[in-house]
């Protein structure tokens, strides 16, 4: 189902549809909760947990709604346009599918991939049974994931799995460095290897622990940390990818933030950088040169042509009239 474009009817609906247009600098990303029509306590415990880890860009509805996300994705669209949400996670539980997380990613309100994650009953424990202190609303947590699976080249439910969890947790970028005060939790999210079995895939294990910094004496601090929930395992149900065409539009660079090729600077065959200067005309008339004491002129010539210019120049090389006697001026005689 395409949603119709709203046309503006007055100056603040236009401002509010400008926002939702695609921008040079996003926003971060809005992560929408919902709960399926036969979604159990066990599944509405893990997103209760989740969206404290999310807040405050998180936004959670209690009221059950009719969607089937792998049958028709219409539901999830319209809801992604009408809360300006990118991420969206939306809990159920049937017979085939227990305690089901399905962990969906829009681009421009249309639906990109999504992954369904199946929670292990007997392995959860929520955030509530942790006795341990929480960190504040909004810090954004150190991420951490381990396995093989996680790193693969080719493309498998585990590269989605990582994906998505990047976006689910990143937060706001950060503008310049990070203050190392403000990492007060970590997300450890790790797989073993496959089974022997070649159907069977190891699940995925959700951890969450406090980090305390203390120092010991030495220049490096000492980091400790403290399990605080909440724990959980799931199982990797289905998932469906991005098409090709779409996820490269989703991909593509704005024009804003493109880097501009300098220009008359390239790099050779070797890897060294090279570059190329033009240089004005240059009037070497006016070139001031230093001024070094070798090459000034000595006292005596200046006095030799003062002398010249004052009798004159006969144009015959030689100064003075030689007929009265007079010796030529410029020229010294030696004195025996």
Request: charged share 30%.
């Amino acid at each position: 189902m395409s949603l119709q474009k709203v046309k503006p009817r007055n100056a603040r609906t236009k401002r509010i549809l400008e926002k939702r247009d695609p921008q040079i600098h996003e926003n971060p990303k809005t992560t929408l909760f919902l709960k399926g029509t036969s979604c159990s306590s066990l599944a509405s415990l893990v997103l209760t947990d989740l969206h404290s880890l999310k807040r405050p860009q998180a936004i959670k509805f209690t009221k059950k709604n009719a969607i089937h996300p792998f049958d028709d994705a219409s539901s999830l669209e319209f809801f992604s346009a009408k809360n300006d949400a990118a991420l969206l996670l939306f809990g159920n539980s049937s017979k085939k599918r227990p305690h089901s997380i399905t962990l969906a990613r829009m681009f421009d309100h249309a639906l990109l991939d999504m992954l369904e994650l199946l929670v292990v009953p007997d392995t959860l424990r929520t955030l509530a049974q942790f006795k341990t202190r929480k960190p504040a609303v909004g810090l954004r947590p150190l991420l951490a994931f381990s396995g093989a699976a996680f790193e693969s080249p080719v493309a498998s439910p585990y590269t989605l799995a990582r994906s998505l969890f990047i976006d689910l947790l990143r937060g706001e970028e950060a503008a310049g460095k990070v203050d190392v005060a403000g990492l007060q939790y970590l997300v450890h999210i790790s797989t073993a290897e496959a089974g022997s079995d070649a159907g069977e895939m190891p699940p995925i294990h959700f951890r969450v622990y406090l980090l305390s910094t203390k120092r010991a004496g030495g220049k490096v601090p000492r980091v400790e940390v403290e399990e605080m929930g909440p724990r959980i395992d799931f199982r990797v149900g289905r998932t469906r990818v991005a098409e090709p065409d779409m996820m490269k539009e989703a991909l593509k660079t704005p024009k804003g933030l493109e880097a501009r090729a300098k220009k008359n600077v390239e790099t050779d065959l070797m890897g060294d950088k090279v570059g190329r200067i033009h240089m004005g005309k240059q009037d070497l008339g006016k070139m001031q040169t230093r001024k070094m004491k070798g090459l000034k002129r000595g006292r005596e010539e200046f006095e030799g042509e003062d002398a010249a210019t004052m009798v004159g120049d006969t144009g015959d090389g030689i100064d003075g009239d030689e007929e009265d006697g007079g010796v030529p001026v410029g020229k010294k005689e030696r004195v025996a």
